[in-house]
């Protein structure tokens, strides 16, 4: 059998799902693939086979990948072309180096052609990509991160108090990061299991912002309150807070939104046009645990902020 390679492992998913494959696989069965050879140096300590690898250059992927049979591709952190073609690169390096079987970390309902998320669209395109060349592949549906409401939350309770956004009464079911990392560390073990399936990995209950807040002010003690604005209102909110509209722009170091406000509102508006709602227990039929809930996360907040962006693309 060949061996199980994890890519990403410096970023937040990558890393957390790192540390999961740990427990899970014997480390000679184990490659990790990285940006930097410094973030690679604790792993090879432990006699793990590390690779230094750039998808934005496909030039040495293919020696990267050699040896293993299934393939974690963690999906890139910037949107639009550029994250498409490091995709492809990866897809094709894992090719030509016989992998057979892909894990992509993808988004719910990304086959969904009126989902408006504009994240959607780059995961659709790697999704049909990986089909186009013949690969097996286990495509794991994200659903959006607690960590990046939670964080949220925090931002309005040091602020105004009230949480704006425009999903409205929108239905998520929010899936801590940690338990999308879990979820790729099962799917790379387990892979031999799944072959050609889409799993919705989604977090234990639907609910809307509002009862989020709710279970944040019960279990913090805070008194934040909701309040819709629309698509329009939500985008100059992110533009006072330096946030870049698209992942070109500038991102400030320590900022509450790692994120670019495009990615984030045409995703507020998916949710509040009932294209999120997916609810499955296929993380519990994939891992044999439940998901963690929103409640346990704010009674833990400071273990589930979602923390700096990691990307180094050039």
Avoid at 160 to 175: E, F, K, R
Avoid at 229 to 253: H, L, S, W
């Amino acid at each position: 059998m060949g061996k199980l390679l994890l890519t990403g492992v410096d970023g937040n998913l990558g890393g957390e799902a790192a540390r999961v494959l740990l427990e899970l696989a014997p480390h000679d069965q184990l490659i990790f693939t990285a940006y930097s050879e410094a973030s690679l140096a604790p792993y090879a300590e432990m006699g793990i086979e590390t690779h230094v690898t750039d998808f934005n250059d496909p030039a040495g992927l293919a020696e990267a990948f050699a040896g293993a049979e299934r393939l974690a591709l963690i999906s890139m952190p910037f949107v639009g072309a550029k994250r498409q073609a490091a995709h492809r690169n990866a897809v094709d390096g894992a090719k030509a180096a016989g992998v057979k079987q892909i894990v992509y970390t993808s988004l719910v309902n990304a086959d969904d052609p009126t989902n408006p998320s504009v994240e959607k669209k780059d995961h659709i395109y790697t999704e049909e990509y990986i089909k186009s060349q013949g690969l097996d592949y286990i495509f794991m549906r994200n659903s959006q991160y607690a960590e990046a409401m939670i964080t949220n939350y925090f931002t309005y309770v040091k602020t105004t108090g009230v949480l704006t956004n425009s999903q409205g009464d929108g239905l998520m079911a929010y899936i801590s990061r940690k338990d999308c990392a879990k979820a790729v560390a099962y799917a790379l073990f387990r892979g031999d299991e799944y072959h050609e399936v889409a799993l919705d990995i989604n977090g234990p209950e639907l609910m809307t912002i509002s009862r989020f807040v709710e279970i944040g002010n019960e279990a913090t003690g805070n008194h934040v309150t909701y309040q819709e604005v629309t698509d329009e209102e939500n985008y100059q909110i992110f533009d006072a807070m330096g946030v870049p509209r698209t992942t070109d722009g500038v991102f400030q170091k320590g900022s509450e939104a790692p994120f670019s406000s495009d990615g984030m509102v045409t995703f507020a508006q998916a949710i509040r046009e009932g294209k999120m709602d997916k609810f499955t227990d296929d993380f519990k039929k994939l891992t044999g645990d439940d998901p963690i809930t929103v409640r346990y996360m704010f009674e833990h907040a400071d273990e589930f902020q979602i923390g700096e962006r990691h990307s180094k693309d050039k």
